[in-house]
């Protein structure tokens, strides 16, 4: 059974930090390209940052420089270092595995609440 599990949201004030992490399991981690994404109320949800299974990664113009996306192939989790947060991060994040076998398998955690306000 895929499980992919955030936690590490809250409530922050603008400038301030905030460090997401996802524990996979149930997924071939070490090849899976794993991902954050997020979605505001009344928005569609967008590809923040993206960790490829060799460790590339690839962030959203409006992140650069502030989100760090990192992985750690032994305990199956990625996390997200947030920081100089805004409060146009406000919104839901999600975790999300893509890696192919005889499929594409695509899994997705429940969301994070991230708020970023003062």
């Known amino acids: 059974q895929v499980q992919l599990v955030e936690s590490g949201g809250g409530l922050v004030q603008p400038g301030g930090s905030l460090r997401l992490s996802c524990a996979a399991s149930g997924i071939i981690f070490r090849i899976a390209n794993m991902n954050w994404y997020r979605q505001a109320p009344g928005n569609q949800r967008e590809l923040v940052a993206s960790?490829?299974?060799?460790?590339?990664?690839n962030y959203a113009d409006s992140v650069k420089g502030r989100f760090t996306i990192s992985r750690d192939n032994v305990q199956n989790t990625i996390y997200l270092q947030m920081n100089s947060l805004k409060t146009e991060d406000t919104a839901v994040y999600y975790c999300?595995?893509?890696?192919?076998?005889?499929?594409?398998?695509?899994?997705w955690g429940q969301g994070t609440q991230v708020t970023v306000s003062s």
């Open positions: 960790i490829g299974s060799g460790g590339s990664t």
């Open positions: 999300n595995a893509k890696y192919l076998t005889h499929r594409m398998n695509d899994s």
